[in-house]
């Protein structure tokens, strides 16, 4: 029995790493990540870094990046924020976005109630 026993082992082997050897080279649908998945993932960990080197609050990171990720965009800006601390840097303020307005500016902008004018009977309209 011990001779016919070998030759089946032996084809099973060949069989089994030629198959393993042949699989190895191709890509197999759904075993890798999406490219676009990886590539917006990626970008916006980088939105989330760079909130919290123009030191942005999350939320306001989260505000003005609405189709980002959020799990990514916090990722960056937890790693900035780790980076920063350990290396003792500060932010740099951002420029080239207009500030929110504080009450008193908004208070002057508002527009002023209308006036009361008078009709011909001299009834206010």
């Given at each position: 029995?011990?001779?016919?026993?070998?030759?089946?082992?032996?084809?099973?082997?060949?069989?089994?790493?030629?198959?393993?050897?042949?699989?190895?080279?191709?890509?197999?649908?759904?075993?890798?990540?999406?490219?676009?998945?990886?590539q917006?993932?990626?970008?916006?960990?980088?939105?989330?870094?760079?909130?919290?080197?123009?030191?942005?609050?999350?939320?306001?990171?989260?505000?003005?990046?609405?189709?980002?990720?959020?799990?990514?965009?916090?990722?960056?800006?937890?790693?900035?924020?780790?980076?920063?601390?350990?290396?003792k840097?500060?932010?740099?303020?951002?420029?080239?976005?207009?500030?929110?307005?504080?009450?008193?500016?908004?208070?002057?902008?508002?527009?002023?109630?209308?006036?009361r004018?008078?009709?011909?009977?001299?009834?206010?309209?």
């Amino acid at each position: 029995m011990a001779p016919t026993l070998r030759p089946h082992l032996l084809r099973l082997l060949l069989v089994s790493s030629t198959s393993v050897l042949l699989l190895s080279g191709c890509e197999i649908p759904g075993v890798y990540p999406d490219p676009k998945v990886v590539q917006r993932d990626a970008d916006a960990k980088a939105t989330g870094s760079g909130c919290r080197h123009a030191m942005r609050s999350l939320e306001d990171c989260y505000a003005m990046n609405t189709k980002a990720p959020k799990a990514a965009v916090f990722a960056g800006w937890k790693e900035m924020d780790a980076y920063m601390r350990e290396n003792k840097l500060e932010g740099v303020a951002p420029s080239g976005v207009k500030p929110a307005p504080t009450e008193e500016v908004e208070q002057a902008e508002a527009p002023a109630a209308p006036e009361r004018r008078n009709n011909r009977n001299g009834r206010a309209s």
